[in-house]
């Protein structure tokens, strides 16, 4: 499975971004899928997962009543909605797969990662 993030860019605080992630080389339609965040330096960590029907999701709580995740099975592609957003929110985000029905918040249990996309927040 071949991901590709894109969507990434400059917004002020208080703003909107939706990320996509699209995928190749195979159906994800039966892959979890999350989103992980990187600061240079630091380590990858966990934004969003989404079971591989999309009934079951879970959120950082750092994101929790701010961003929305969901997949387009039928285009082969991840989706995060992120709103509100705040200069914290500024990383690399990197979309994953799991070759497995259901979603985790462990960045080992993801088998393939798209390359990144860079989301700014200016405040």
């Known amino acids: 499975v071949q991901l590709q993030a894109s969507g990434g860019g400059l917004v002020q605080a208080g703003g909107s971004q939706r990320l996509s992630c699209a995928a190749s080389?195979?159906?994800?339609?039966?892959?979890?899928m999350a989103w992980f965040r990187q600061t240079p330096g630091k380590e990858r960590v966990f934004v969003s997962g989404?079971?591989?029907?999309?009934?079951?999701?879970l959120y950082a709580d750092s994101v929790k009543g701010r961003f929305t995740i969901s997949r387009d099975n039928d285009k082969n592609t991840l989706y995060l909605q992120m709103n509100d957003l705040k200069s914290e929110d500024t990383d690399v985000y990197y979309c994953a797969a799991r070759p497995r029905f259901v979603a985790t918040s462990s960045r080992d249990d993801y088998s393939y990662w798209g390359q990144g996309t860079q989301v700014t927040v200016s405040s």
């Open positions: 080389g195979r159906t994800i339609s039966t892959y979890a």
């Open positions: 989404i079971d591989w029907n999309g009934r079951k999701t």
